[in-house]
């Protein structure tokens, strides 16, 4: 079965300091990678996603990641955070059965500080 | 842009007391979601559903049934609550399942007490 690994339960930064949260997969093909955020009492919103091609995928509010095939990873960086960066965020990668959705991990809690 | 609304937003339930949460998608998704987020879990899947009428279950659905009585809209339900059931509970919606976009109301917070 699919899994997915998030080392780093809270991260604290601050203000334009750059971010790289961890993301370490499990799965027996080649999988559709996630990354979502949560704000506080809010949905989870997609950040990007990664299937095939150029490593380095490119999502929303400055963030990029990348995947490693070699490593199973698919980290997640942004390189200057703001306040408003702070939130949960989750590293997904499709079920097996992808009628099954999404197999989250535990998320990263990132606390942005000025 | 993709639209889940799930209702009620909060819910204080007694034990034992049946419960119903509710969940509209207005983008014509085949798919559709229930999760509970714990924490020290993250989230897990309870059940989900391919179509109308449809309803399978996920990774942990014991205690909680699924209705899917049209396109839109997808219940979970809970006939006799109890408090390891407290929980914040997501519904959400996508067209292609893990291969896409899930798109994610903005969660039930239910206690059970």
């Known amino acids: 079965a699919q899994s997915v690994t998030q080392p780093d339960a809270r991260v604290t930064v601050s203000e334009g300091a750059s971010l790289q949260l961890r993301c370490k997969y499990s799965y027996s093909a080649t999988p559709y990678l996630f990354w979502y955020v949560q704000y506080p009492r809010q949905g989870l919103q997609m950040l990007l996603k990664?299937?095939?091609?150029?490593?380095v995928v490119q999502g929303v509010n400055g963030f990029e990641a990348e995947f490693s095939k070699s490593d199973s990873s698919f980290h997640l960086r942004k390189a200057s955070v703001h306040w408003s960066d702070s939130a949960v965020y989750f590293c997904?990668?499709?079920?097996?059965?992808?009628?099954?959705?999404?197999?989250f991990g535990l998320g990263t809690r990132v606390s942005v500080f000025p | 842009e993709a639209a889940v609304t799930q209702s009620p937003r909060n819910k204080v339930a007694v034990t034992g007391g049946k419960v119903t949460l509710s969940c509209n998608q207005t983008n014509n998704h085949n798919n559709m979601y229930w999760y509970r987020q714990d924490t020290g879990h993250g989230l897990r899947l309870i059940h989900y559903s391919y179509g109308a009428g449809s309803t399978e279950k996920g990774d942990i659905p014991d205690g909680y049934k699924a209705s899917r009585p049209s396109q839109e809209n997808f219940s979970l339900i809970l006939e006799l609550a109890t408090p390891s059931q407290t929980s914040v509970y997501f519904c959400?919606?996508?067209?292609?399942?893990?291969?896409?976009?899930?798109?994610f109301g903005s969660g039930t917070r239910l206690t059970v007490l």
């Open positions: 990664y299937y095939s091609g150029d490593p």
């Open positions: 997904a990668v499709s079920a097996t059965n992808y009628a099954q959705g999404l197999t």
């Open positions: 959400a919606s996508g067209d292609l399942g893990g291969s896409e976009t899930l798109y």
